[in-house]
C-alpha cells in the first residue's frame, strides 16, 4: 500500500489557505486508492483530493486525509475520428495541451491557469469566456467516479446520465474521479487584439460586442471610466506579435509589485496605479496555438471573488459597483474587474445552470504575500451581485451558506439527493463542503 506522508502542510497558491493533513498520499493507481479510501473508513477520517492547488479558497483544504492526484496523470486514449481524448484525473492542462498539439487537437475553451488538473477544472466549474462557449465542464462527455463504496462508476450523456450532469462540476464530493473525457476540436490559431474603451461605451455597446468577437471580454480599470476590450478570434493570419514595451519585460510585473505593496501604506496610490497602468496593456498577437492565447503565467498572489449573474443584468451591476465605490472614497480597489461571458447550460451546480451569463471577477493583490484591506469592497461586491440573481464561482471565495445556495440554484436539491446517495457517510466532505451542504 502507499504510506501516507505524516506533517505535510498544504497551501493554495495564493497563500490565502492551508491545512495540515494527518497523512497525505501521492497514489499511483486506482487500487492504491482503494486501499486509502478503506483505511480512512476503518479509522473514521475524511478524504480530500488535491490536484493544482489554484483555487483561492480552502475547497481543498482537510486536517484528515489527503490525496494528491499527481502521480495517475496519463494519457488514455485519442480519438482523432470523434476529437475526443481521456485522461487520468490528475493531468495538468498544460500537459494535455502539449499532447493535443501533437494530434491536431485542441479545446474549444480554457481558462488563464493551466497548471490545474483535468478533474480540478472541471471540479469548480472553471471558466473563460465567449457567449457562445460554456463553462470548461461542457466539454466533458464522460467521467469515471471511484465512489465512497470503492466502486466504480461510469458516467456519460448515455450512462448514468442523472449523475453525469452532477459529476461535470463535482466540488470533489461525489466520488474520486480517476478519468475525464473531453470533446476536443480541430486546432486553430487564435488572435488577440487589444483597444481601449470606456465603461459606459462598452456596456451600451455590450450586444455589438458579443456579436463581433468570439472570445469578447473586458477589463475595468476601476476609479476610472477606463475599458480595456479584448478580442481574441479564430484567424489565418500568420503568428506575430506587436505588444508595448513595457509588457515584453518581467520588469512591468516586478514594478507592478512594488507599487501596490507602497500603495498597502499611502492607499490613494492605486487611483493613479490604475490610470498609468491602463496605458501599459494594450497589444495585438497571433499564436500558432490557441492555448498559448487563452493561458498565461499569472504572476500575483492575489484575494479573489468571481461571480455569474444573468446577462442582462451586466450594465445595471457594474454601474452599482461603479456607484458604491464613488460612495465610498475609503474602499481601495485594485484593477482590473474582469468581465466575461458565458453561454447557458444544464449541469446541476453550474453557475450558468439555464441561463447565459455575465462573470464579474474582482481581486486585490498581494503584493509580496502581504494581505491588504479588503472587507468593504468584498462586502459591497457580493451584496450588489445577490441582488441581481448571481451565482458564486465555486473556486473561489464567497460567503454563501446552504440557505443562500438553495435560492441560487434551482437544481441545489437534486444535487445534494446524489451526493447522498453516492456517498452516505460523508467520507468526501470537509470544512468548505458543509457550509454548502448543511
Given amino acids: 500500500m502507499n504510506c501516507g506522508q505524516a506533517g505535510v502542510k498544504f497551501q493554495n497558491w495564493a497563500g490565502t489557505y492551508g491545512s495540515s493533513p494527518e497523512l497525505f498520499f501521492r497514489p499511483r493507481s486506482v487500487e492504491e486508492i482503494q486501499e486509502i479510501l478503506e483505511l480512512a473508513r476503518q479509522r473514521g477520517k475524511r478524504v480530500k483530493v488535491v490536484g493544482g492547488g489554484h483555487s483561492p479558497s480552502d475547497i481543498a483544504c482537510s486536517e484528515d486525509f489527503m490525496i494528491h492526484m499527481g502521480k495517475i496523470n496519463r494519457i488514455l486514449q485519442v480519438d482523432k475520428e470523434k476529437l475526443q481524448v481521456k485522461v487520468e484525473a490528475g493531468i495538468l492542462l498544460s500537459e494535455l495541451n502539449l499532447e493535443l498539439e501533437k494530434h491536431g487537437m485542441a479545446l474549444a475553451n480554457l481558462g488563464a491557469v493551466s497548471e490545474v488538473t483535468a478533474a480540478g477544472v472541471i471540479g469548480t466549474g472553471t471558466h473563460n469566456t465567449g457567449i457562445g462557449h460554456g463553462i470548461l465542464p461542457t466539454q466533458v462527455v464522460a467521467?469515471?467516479?471511484l465512489l465512497a463504496s470503492g466502486e466504480i462508476l461510469e458516467c456519460s450523456e448515455?450512462?448514468?446520465?442523472?449523475?453525469?450532469?452532477?459529476?461535470?462540476?463535482h466540488l470533489g464530493c461525489l466520488g474520486i474521479v480517476m478519468s475525464v473525457t473531453f470533446q476536443c476540436v480541430p486546432e486553430f490559431r487564435l488572435r488577440e487584439v487589444a483597444f481601449p474603451s470606456t465603461l459606459s461605451q462598452v456596456l451600451d455597446e455590450l450586444e455589438e460586442h458579443l456579436r463581433k468577437s468570439q472570445y469578447f471580454r473586458f477589463l475595468w480599470f476601476p476609479h476610472s471610466e477606463n475599458v480595456r476590450i479584448i478580442y481574441q478570434?479564430?484567424?489565418?493570419?500568420?503568428p506575430c506579435s506587436s505588444s508595448s514595451w513595457f509588457w515584453?519585460?518581467?520588469?512591468?510585473?516586478?514594478?507592478?509589485?512594488?507599487?501596490?505593496?507602497i500603495s498597502s501604506f499611502l492607499p490613494g496610490l492605486v487611483v493613479w496605479i490604475n490610470h498609468v497602468f491602463f496605458r501599459l496593456l494594450f497589444n495585438s498577437r497571433v499564436e500558432n496555438v490557441s492555448h498559448r492565447i487563452f493561458s498565461y503565467e499569472c504572476r500575483f498572489r492575489q484575494h479573489v471573488q468571481d461571480w455569474a449573474i444573468p446577462i442582462e443584468k451586466t450594465k445595471e451591476a457594474l454601474l452599482e459597483l461603479k456607484?458604491?465605490?464613488?460612495?465610498?472614497?475609503?474602499?481601495?480597489?485594485?484593477?482590473?474587474?474582469?468581465?466575461?461571458?458565458?453561454?447557458?447550460?444544464?449541469?446541476?451546480?453550474?453557475?450558468?445552470f439555464q441561463q447565459d451569463s455575465c462573470y464579474i471577477n474582482i481581486i486585490m493583490y498581494r503584493p509580496y504575500g502581504k494581505d491588504v484591506p479588503r472587507l468593504h469592497y468584498w462586502i459591497a461586491y457580493e451584496e450588489i451581485m445577490k441582488k441581481h440573481g448571481g451565482r458564486p464561482h465555486w473556486a473561489k471565495a464567497h460567503s454563501c451558506t446552504r440557505k443562500d445556495l438553495e435560492k441560487m440554484y434551482p437544481a441545489f436539491p437534486k444535487f445534494c439527493a446524489i451526493r447522498e446517495k453516492l456517498d452516505p457517510t460523508g467520507i468526501f466532505l470537509n470544512a468548505y463542503l458543509e457550509k454548502v451542504f448543511y
Avoid at 478570434?233 to 500568420?238: A, F, M, N, Q, V
Avoid at 519585460?249 to 501596490?260: N, R, S, T
Avoid at 460612495?327 to 453557475?351: C, K, M, Y
Fill in 248 to 261: 515584453d519585460y518581467a520588469v512591468g510585473y516586478y514594478l507592478l509589485e512594488f507599487l501596490l505593496w
Fill in 158 to 169: 448515455s450512462v448514468n446520465p442523472e449523475v453525469f450532469q452532477a459529476a461535470r462540476l
Fill in 323 to 352: 456607484a458604491a465605490l464613488e460612495r465610498n472614497p475609503g474602499i481601495v480597489a485594485h484593477f482590473p474587474v474582469e468581465i466575461r461571458f458565458s453561454q447557458r447550460d444544464e449541469i446541476l451546480l453550474s453557475p450558468c
Fill in 143 to 145: 467521467v469515471s467516479l
Fill in 233 to 238: 478570434d479564430p484567424t489565418s493570419k500568420p
